[in-house]
């Protein structure tokens, strides 16, 4: 079963929409490859989907240990290479909210990082590059 409907809108842009709940997202290539740069491209969306798979995982195994960690919040930057062209390095800092989180509530949280679908996914010439701020 389709999972995202796209259109490319031309312009080097598409609008892709989830069927299951109708949101849309927009993607523009970048200034740098000849697109407007008004929206993500789809290379952000790759930094993106990194970042928010791992905060995904961390959430639900928070959540199963009864470990707030409501107001994380991301800084991803994505390194781009050339020939080929292709996304080199994601660097993704969690900064985690100032709740006395104990040592082994940081580990637990940390160690699942690397083992969500998303960075078992991608190629393994990227690097990952992952930092927590407690």
């Given at each position: 079963m389709?999972?995202?409907?796209?259109?490319?809108?031309?312009g080097?842009?598409?609008?892709?929409?989830?069927?299951?709940?109708?949101?849309?997202?927009?993607?523009?290539?970048?200034?740098?490859?000849?697109?407007?740069?008004?929206?993500?491209?789809?290379?952000?969306?790759?930094?993106?989907?990194?970042?928010?798979?791992?905060m995904t995982?961390?959430?639900i195994?928070?959540?199963?240990?009864?470990?707030?960690?409501?107001?994380?919040?991301?800084?991803?930057?994505?390194?781009?290479?050339?020939n080929?062209?292709?996304?080199?390095?994601?660097?993704?800092?969690?900064?985690?909210?100032?709740?006395g989180?104990?040592?082994?509530?940081?580990?637990?949280?940390?160690?699942?990082?690397?083992?969500?679908?998303?960075?078992?996914?991608?190629h393994?010439?990227?690097?990952?590059?992952?930092?927590?701020?407690?």
């Amino acid at each position: 079963m389709t999972t995202i409907k796209t259109k490319y809108l031309g312009g080097l842009r598409t609008e892709n929409i989830h069927l299951q709940s109708g949101a849309k997202i927009i993607t523009d290539a970048p200034c740098d490859n000849r697109g407007k740069g008004e929206s993500f491209s789809p290379t952000d969306m790759l930094a993106t989907a990194l970042g928010n798979c791992i905060m995904t995982i961390m959430g639900i195994k928070a959540m199963d240990n009864n470990i707030d960690i409501e107001g994380t919040e991301l800084d991803i930057t994505k390194v781009m290479a050339e020939n080929p062209r292709r996304v080199a390095e994601v660097i993704i800092e969690f900064n985690f909210p100032d709740k006395g989180y104990s040592d082994d509530e940081k580990a637990l949280i940390e160690s699942v990082a690397g083992t969500s679908p998303v960075p078992l996914s991608v190629h393994p010439d990227l690097k990952q590059t992952i930092t927590f701020n407690w």
